[in-house]
């Protein structure tokens, strides 16, 4: 037997190594080439005069020319290597190459793997549901005579077979052939999307959600779930009011802070006081649901970590989904900021930005600054409350801001990131430049908290505290780098300052760092499913009122055991040191 040098040896080992990252390189641009035959064809949309016009004809005026009809759904087994290699050989749909057949058709794929296994295995099968549609400008090319298509659309997903109908998975699907009557019984679905976990919600108007039966049950994985659009007949306006004061010249903020949500029920961490049996979200939910009750806000403010990265991988939709869901089932307007866990599940920063400016009743914005690598941060933006008499006349600002995640410099400033000057001299500009009417009660929400959160000591009275109601259990984790936001913050008028990340800290500190003083405020850790502990913290909801008429802001909190009682009651402006009523 010959015996290769060392030297040779290696040089073989390297050639081996290349060659099979290179085979699975060129067979990875390979396939999406071919996935590019059918997923995300390019479509021209005609115009949309023409194709309104035709719309009107036929008595479909309430349609959008961009609207669609699903005609097709099928899945795609796949073996995949970690992150990087993705590789689909069976594909299953119930009608065959309709989207080469229809230069009409496009077709989608639900990016969402049924298996659970991409992402957390190093190996494995995945499995992904995919649809055609067929828009509904196209259909003007056809004339009256739409059944030269000799197509079909997608009228109903049922457990139990009817008529003809398809099994799909262990479900069963309802085709009609597509035809102006059709169109106009409006019975069509338009849109299909998959959830995740037997607590999963779509509040999304139009919208319906097969929860009396899984779409797939594997092992590791969460049931899944279809869901998906009819087009209705009537649209429902679900943008949201102007945010104005109350007849009584009042303005409630209902702040939830570090909800921990994820995919599934999951079980309760550090649940205090213990219960035999306790799941995570639905708790969470009814908390929620107890506390909007109880308050009847006029705003919602999520101020980070809604969403449990470690637990959301499969989906981060169906996270986000859960917690704005009982926010959007009352009609409350909200806004929200993120965390350092919101992006580590399936979703990054950006796309949960999307997804979260499009939902119903959302106040979030992005700005010009926005950037996907989150270097200035992803949703920094403003509102104000107007006042009842006048509707262009603002009564309070409100700041939000992204507060990162880690430190990038770690060696330096370990620990967590920080809000970075560039945020603070948009926000500057924006307060100074685009705000037409200045107020005097103001307010800023982001999740990590400023380092001038660790002023318990007076800066300005040696050997004195600073005035501080409510709990403060753990370590500030503030960042170790300050850029200098409390001075910004101060020079805009700001208020109160109100975060959340530290779970068992609920205290509202009055620090003397700056002149006009600004309260520095926890949310409380509202979500089962993080930390507690430090003795046993009961998880708690923070409450805010701006007061137009009396020029205060007061605040409360509720407990998760006792959401009926408040404690804490502050008046936090009428005076230098504060009162508890």
């Given at each position: ?49 023409s194709a309104e016009q035709w719309l009107r004809n036929n008595d479909l005026e309430d349609f959008s020319y961009s609207d669609k009809l699903v005609i097709n759904i099928g899945y795609d087994e796949c073996f995949h290597i970690g992150r990087f ?352 009417s200045k107020t005097k009660l103001s307010m800023a929400f982001f999740h990590i908290p400023l380092p001038e959160y660790l002023n318990t000591a007076s800066k300005t009275h040696a050997g004195e505290k600073n005035p501080l109601i409510g709990t ?110």
């Amino acid at each position: 037997m010959i015996r290769l040098p060392k030297l040779y040896q290696r040089l073989l080992l390297y050639f081996a190594i290349f060659g099979v990252i290179a085979f699975f390189y060129y067979d990875h641009l390979r396939a999406s080439k071919i996935q590019q035959r059918f997923i995300g064809k390019d479509y021209v949309t005609p115009s949309a005069p023409s194709a309104e016009q035709w719309l009107r004809n036929n008595d479909l005026e309430d349609f959008s020319y961009s609207d669609k009809l699903v005609i097709n759904i099928g899945y795609d087994e796949c073996f995949h290597i970690g992150r990087f290699y993705e590789r689909c050989f069976n594909r299953f749909e119930l009608k065959s190459r309709l989207a080469s057949e229809n230069s009409h058709v496009v077709r989608k794929r639900i990016h969402k793997d049924l298996r659970n296994s991409f992402g957390r295995r190093w190996f494995g099968k995945s499995e992904y549901v995919y649809y055609d549609v067929l828009h509904l400008a196209s259909l003007q090319y056809f004339g009256p005579n739409l059944e030269r298509l000799n197509v079909e659309a997608i009228t109903e997903i049922s457990k139990v077979p009817k008529g003809d109908s398809l099994q799909f998975k262990d479900v069963f699907v309802m085709f009609k052939p597509v035809g102006i009557e059709l169109l106009q019984n409006r019975s069509f679905i338009s849109e299909i999307n998959v959830l995740f976990g037997a607590d999963c919600v779509n509040p999304i108007v139009n919208w319906t959600l097969q929860k009396n039966f899984p779409l797939t049950e594997y092992a590791y994985s969460e049931p899944a779930y279809l869901t998906y659009k009819f087009v209705g007949s009537h649209p429902v306006n679900t943008e949201p009011q102007r945010l104005q004061e109350t007849n009584e010249g009042k303005f409630k903020i209902v702040q939830l802070a570090d909800l921990h949500l994820g995919v599934g029920e999951s079980e309760c961490v550090d649940e205090f006081p213990k219960h035999e049996v306790c799941k995570a979200d639905p708790k969470t939910k009814t908390f929620i649901q107890q506390v909007l009750d109880i308050e009847k806000p006029q705003m919602v403010v999520f101020t980070g970590d809604q969403i449990m990265g470690d637990r959301s991988i499969q989906d981060s939709e169906t996270v986000l989904l859960k917690a704005v869901a009982p926010v959007i089932a009352r009609k409350i307007p909200w806004a929200m900021v993120w965390g350092n866990h919101d992006d580590e599940g399936s979703l990054t920063r950006w796309q949960l930005s999307q997804l979260a400016s499009a939902l119903p009743y959302s106040l979030f914005k992005s700005n010009i600054h926005d950037t996907q690598d989150n270097t200035f941060g992803v949703g920094n933006y403003v509102h104000q409350v107007f006042s009842k008499d006048d509707t262009e006349a603002p009564v309070s600002t409100l700041y939000f801001l992204d507060s990162h995640k880690y430190s990038t410099a770690g060696k330096i400033y370990p620990g967590y990131d920080w809000i970075k000057e560039s945020q603070w001299k948009y926000i500057e500009e924006y307060h100074d430049k685009v705000l037409k009417s200045k107020t005097k009660l103001s307010m800023a929400f982001f999740h990590i908290p400023l380092p001038e959160y660790l002023n318990t000591a007076s800066k300005t009275h040696a050997g004195e505290k600073n005035p501080l109601i409510g709990t403060y259990k753990e370590g500030v984790t503030a960042p170790k780098y300050n850029s200098e936001g409390i001075a910004t913050l101060d020079r805009l008028g700001v208020d109160v300052i109100s975060c959340g990340h530290d779970h068992c800290n609920d205290y509202c500190l009055r620090d003397d760092s700056t002149p006009n003083r600004p309260w520095l405020c926890y949310g409380g850790g509202g979500g089962e499913g993080g930390y507690a502990g430090y003795g046993g913290t009961e998880r708690r909801i923070r409450i805010y009122e701006i007061d137009i008429s009396e020029d205060n802001i007061h605040t409360w909190k509720r407990l998760n055991g006792s959401p009926e009682n408040l404690f804490d009651y502050q008046s936090m402006l009428d005076s230098n040191s504060p009162e508890i009523a």
